[in-house]
């Protein structure tokens, strides 16, 4: 599979995730491409590209470089909510991990690769009108409670049902309002929510 030859292709830009989640999320990625699924890619939480650059180049390989859209307030964290606050995550304060739009641009024009669609934004002020009109693939990298639950609250009406959404650091004791937002979003919803390292992985089969 073209995924696996790719990850050794881009070099990380930042530590906030690494390549083995990395390849987790391109292999899912590559099997919903395999099956012809209708709709767009979508990335909640795009920080410098780390993961975009992998996931466009492999769009691209597929051929759909149209396809692509990411989001982030380039502001860094939001306020926590109560369902964050953990004794272990005091590093994730507010504004940390904040970018530019610009350190994104570059780091697409270091790699060759075309820029996505990028919309600046928090998400819970983004409109359905900023979205594709249909996803089947999402990943979501927005740490907080409310960041999630805003993010699946967006794309949930327009998710293609037999696509796949990731959401990182599930069940990560630093972040505890994100396994808390995606068990309070999906619990009357019949999906299977599967855990790899610190990946939720959710799909309808």
Sequence with gaps: MYASSIINQINLVSDQINKSK?????????????????????????????????????????????????????QGLPDKA????????????KFQLSCSKSDLITNFKKNNLPLPRITKAWFNQLTNQELPKKIYFAFLDSDFYF????????????????????????????????????NVFFQHKKVKVKQVENLAIITNN
């Design 22 to 74: 990395i390849k987790i999320i391109l292999n899912n990625l590559e099997n919903n491409i395999s099956q012809q699924l209708d709709g767009s890619v979508v990335e909640m939480g795009c920080y410098v590209g780390t993961t975009s650059l992998f996931i466009q180049k492999l769009l691209i390989h597929y051929d759909q470089i149209s396809n692509f859209f990411v989001y982030d307030s380039f």
């Design 147 to 182: 960041s999630i639950l805003d993010s699946l609250k967006l794309i949930w009406p327009v998710f293609n049902q037999k696509g796949t959404i990731i959401i990182d650091d599930y069940n990560r004791e630093a972040l505890p309002g994100v396994s808390k937002a995606v």
């Design 82 to 93: 109560p369902e964050d606050l953990s004794v272990v995550g005091d590093q994730f304060q």
